[in-house]
């Protein structure tokens, strides 16, 4: 849903703007800004997937993590909130591309 809205915002605010017209280069840059508003919001439940998936029980078979919550919460507890957008740059790097294959063709 972000990815919609922010790439017909950014197209509408560089056309608007003169920036660019309503040709490749305008789609260009909106895509890029879409890739990042896409990348702000899905990687806090990224890390928080990550981490539940690969959690091991210790050796009293107690897991680190009760549920995604729990997870979100002990790990902004324990790293900071900066802690929610780990790997933000290679996922930037991987749905940038994307966005503009999708949204140019």
């Given at each position: ?5 922010c ?7 560089v056309?608007q703007?003169q920036?660019?017209g309503?040709?490749i ?5 909106a895509s ?6 896409a990348?702000?919001?899905s990687?806090p439940?990224?890390v928080?997937?990550?981490r539940?998936m ?5 050796k009293e078979?107690?897991?680190m ?6 997870c979100?919460v002990?790990?902004v507890?324990n ?9 933000f740059?290679?996922?930037w790097?991987?749905?940038?591309p994307w966005?503009?294959?999708f949204?140019?063709?």
């Open positions: 849903m972000g990815e919609l809205a790439y017909d915002h950014a197209k509408r605010f056309v703007n920036i660019s309503d040709n280069y305008a789609h260009t840059q890029i800004m879409s890739g990042l508003s990348t702000v919001l990687c439940a990224d928080v997937k990550t539940m690969n959690q091991v029980a210790s078979n107690k897991i993590y009760t549920s995604s919550y729990d979100q002990k790990t507890r790293e900071g909130l900066r802690s929610l957008w780990k790997g740059f290679p996922t790097a991987r749905l940038g966005q503009f294959v949204w140019v063709s």
